[in-house]
């Protein structure tokens, strides 16, 4: 494979990221089911100080984050320092503590193939903040973003990172990573070259941990947030001797391609239930960990002067203790020793008595097809007995750079498994359902966790596809057929007997393979399940949804589609029609219908009253603890009190509607308790009829009465 394709590019970048980049400046990537951040000190910790941010598949959820931390490492031999010191090994590590002493962030910024759409929700305009990470508009680019990050080291070593990520529904759940690791000398921030040597033996690496996912690690034992239970799965030993064969659709799962991934083992703390998969098994059962995240390798130059892909390499592909590993100190004489045990752990050696040059993954259950294997359930943290869990370790190398010269590296790193209606089902049938039950290859089995578990290991072969079309992406010079561009414009706006919904044309409008558009809508709230409202041609830019209930907020998305004609060969993706992401459209504020202003103190309701919280979703369906303030003045105040006469929340409505929805959370964040409450509404300012008549004056007001029931 030839060296990754060199593109030139015209940036309109802002100048404050170029130079000398601040280290906590991140750039976010929200274009496909696999969204995430990347920053500026060329690693990830994804701690935002409230959970663990990022790598959020399915995006479509609540709480799908899946990182953790991932821990960078280069080292090399025989170097000598801008200061003349000679080290027998020097190595650094890459990590937001270690910027200004061994590494200096110098880019970062985001480019995209085309500005998203604008999108309003009643004139709020929700892609406004996401619209703000890109820096610039290049329609050349292959992907739909690119993310452009350097840093420069204490080793000379500066490393180039371009990440890419495709909004295409093949393509959408990986990011392509090209790493250039360039001998240029500079150390620091500057210009000024500081070294000309070249470099001896360089070894880069790193050690990725995932929690797969958050969602587990809220429902389930706590600890799983960072990563503890996570297993490891190697693949692809055997690459050298069949990485000329073609991956296809009707095969696109290879085992050989080099690869490692996480997904959620046995719990350390829960033992009343199997966690395979993080049934939910304290609510509706549904699985909440079916993900396998990991990382494959698409390509390894042989040399600096030989771009052709190393079969042989990555020289370590396993796993690691996720908090074992040497501390480099502040990089002075005395920490040699410490800077030759990193060469060591990055070689492949163990390190600090995890014992044995061989780090088995969890095979050690056996063969995959076994009832062992199936069962599965041996704690990680019995292997690796580390708190910190067990991190996904590649290493590369080792290299001569001479001065000037480059080594490229290129990973995928994607998330995939069991949709949602399937980890319903199956967590359903797992708690509640009666033997036998059916397996995925048709096959029964009477042992419950044995069905579990077979269905959540079928994301191993759905993350080696997703492997597989990156690999095929790549090899390609990513020429995967594009889907259309979205609508430049999506306008929704709620009104008293419909949501009114427009658009402007999408630009792909006018090439020979566009079919039209599509709406889509999730009532109660925006991550659940969305159904089709709106299928139509193009030219046709507006659309009445008349089938809205009152009461209920709806979330909208709406998407251009392609008639299959230029996506009619399988060797990339499956064949058929195209559509543009999703998420380029997709509404995440609320539109309802709207009652006109209340004409009448003595007409106002509260629904439902009482209310209980038993019969939640009976009322306003997806939407819990919501009562709604209906046919109210179109300018009032609304004020809640306890029975006791305590003011607990207070609501301007100013929108001149006849309807107000309150979530039954106190001014002070606080859920408010069973018992009797009193609303007083007040209204603020004179209410007039057609004929300019005061119906209502200034400061008229009303009480009413509600019960909360749980």
Known sequence: ??????????????????????????????????????????????????????????????????????????????????????????????????????????????????????????????????????????????ADRMIVNEINTSMGLTMERRVYAFSQQYHDNYFIKVYTLTNTGNTDWDDEIELTADLDDVIIGWGTRYSVSREAGILLDGQQKWGKNTWVTIRGEDYADNFLTPITEDDPSPEWLRSVFSWYGQSAVVFQINTVGGANYQGNNRLTAPHHAGTAILHVDNGWNDPTDNVGQPLFLGWHAGDTYPGLGNLSESDEPAMYQLYEMLSGSPHLGLGGAERIDEVIMGDPTSETYLKHNQKPFDVHNDPGGMNTMITYGPFDIPHNESIVIVEVEGINGLDRLMCETIGLEWKDGDAPYTLPNGAETNDKDIYKNAWVFTGKDSILKTFGRAYRNYSSDFQIPEPPEPPTLFDVQSGGDRIFLSWEPSPSEYESNFSGYEIWRAPGKSDTVYTKVYDGPGGVYSYDDMSAKRGISYYYYIQSITDGSSNNQANLNPIGPLKSGKFYTRTSKPAYLRRQSGDKLNSIRVVPNPYHIAAQNMQYTGEKDKIMFLNIPGQCEIRVYTERGDMIHRIEHDDGSGDEAWNLITSARQVIAPGIYLVHIVVTEDLRSETGDIIMKKGDSTIKKFAVIR
């Open 1 to 142: 494979m030839k060296r990754f394709l060199q593109i030139l590019i015209f940036l309109l970048i802002p100048l404050t990221i170029f130079g000398k980049v601040d280290e906590t400046l991140k750039r976010y990537v929200k274009v496909g089911e696999l969204q995430s951040h990347f920053s500026a000190y060329g690693s990830e910790r994804a701690w935002n100080n409230t959970y663990y941010e990022g790598m959020i598949w399915p995006a479509d959820y609540l709480y799908q984050d899946n990182a953790v931390i991932k821990r960078s490492w280069m080292a090399c031999k025989n170097f000598t320092d801008k200061d003349d010191h000679d080290w027998g090994h020097f190595g650094l590590y890459i990590a937001l503590a270690d910027v200004g002493n061994s590494i200096y962030p110098t880019q970062l910024y985001q480019i995209a193939k085309f500005m998203p759409p604008t999108v309003y929700v009643d004139g709020v305009d929700i892609n406004s903040f996401y619209n703000a990470e890109i820096d610039s508009v290049d329609p050349s680019i292959e």
